[in-house]
């Protein structure tokens, strides 16, 4: 059985917004990895200004909201295009912003970037570039071939929750932040076309 294998690199990188997810600051390495020379440039902006406006900008205002809201996020992995139009992985923690009055003014964050020397970016390769097991590729079959969670436990004769377990690791491994994505890169995959055609072909006999 293969494992992925991280390491954390410790730059940490921080960022304020207001209320409506305007950035209103940041450190000097946010604003380097973002793709710009002052953090003054930043002030005003929002996701939509990054370089991650077109893969995860509306994404990051939900969990922005979801924070003022009061769900906080601890430790929780997701992906950012960065400046030099790379993909890498993110450590991500997210509270509130309080001021002296003790009122709600925003949202803080501050992430460290996730090296994982198996992904290139590239999600028609990834199933090549990121270590998965042999039952989370079968699980990854069963879900391209339009299996419920209760029947792809029946058929690897496990518990449903062991099932979402793998779906939960494979929407981790792969970058996906929903099970669509996690089924485009499926069908994307050879490996995956593969195992259903071989599928297939048993349940033809």
Same mark, same amino acid.
């Given at each position: 059985?293969?494992?992925?294998n991280?390491?954390?690199?410790?730059?940490?990188?921080?960022?304020?917004?207001?209320?409506?997810?305007?950035?209103?600051?940041?450190?000097?390495?946010?604003?380097?990895?973002?793709?710009?020379?002052?953090?003054?440039?930043?002030?005003?902006?929002?996701?939509?200004?990054?370089?991650?406006?077109?893969?995860?900008?509306?994404?990051?205002?939900?969990?922005?909201?979801?924070?003022?809201?009061?769900?906080?996020?601890?430790?929780?992995?997701?992906?950012?295009?960065?400046?030099?139009?790379?993909?890498?992985?993110?450590?991500?923690?997210?509270?509130?912003?309080?001021?002296?009055?003790?009122?709600?003014?925003?949202?803080?964050?501050?992430?460290?970037?996730?090296?994982?020397?198996?992904?290139h970016?590239?999600?028609?390769?990834?199933l &090549? /570039?990121?270590?998965?097991?042999?039952?989370?590729?079968?699980? !990854? =079959?069963? %879900?391209?071939?339009?299996?419920?969670?209760? *029947?792809?436990?029946?058929?690897?004769?496990?518990?449903?929750?062991?099932?979402?377990?793998?779906?939960?690791?494979?929407?981790?491994k792969?970058?996906?932040?929903? &099970? /669509?994505?996690?089924?485009?890169?499926?069908?994307?995959?050879? !490996? =995956?076309? %593969?195992?259903?055609?071989?599928?297939?072909? *048993?349940?033809?006999?």
């Amino acid at each position: 059985m293969s494992h992925l294998n991280l390491y954390i690199e410790p730059t940490v990188y921080v960022f304020y917004k207001d209320i409506f997810s305007n950035f209103i600051g940041c450190n000097k390495a946010f604003a380097e990895i973002a793709g710009f020379h002052r953090i003054s440039d930043i002030i005003g902006m929002t996701d939509f200004d990054m370089p991650w406006c077109d893969t995860e900008a509306a994404y990051y205002r939900e969990k922005d909201q979801a924070v003022l809201d009061g769900n906080y996020l601890c430790n929780h992995v997701e992906t950012q295009r960065l400046s030099s139009g790379r993909d890498c992985r993110i450590l991500i923690n997210k509270v509130p912003l309080i001021d002296a009055k003790n009122l709600l003014t925003g949202v803080i964050g501050s992430y460290v970037t996730i090296a994982d020397p198996h992904y290139h970016g590239t999600k028609s390769t990834v199933l &090549k /570039n990121v270590s998965v097991t042999e039952r989370q590729i079968e699980c !990854l =079959v069963f %879900l391209a071939k339009g299996y419920t969670a209760k *029947k792809i436990a029946s058929e690897m004769d496990v518990s449903a929750k062991t099932v979402q377990t793998h779906i939960e690791k494979l929407k981790l491994k792969l970058h996906c932040h929903t &099970k /669509n994505e996690l089924l485009d890169i499926a069908w994307q995959s050879d !490996l =995956v076309k %593969l195992r259903l055609m071989s599928l297939s072909h *048993k349940e033809g006999r």
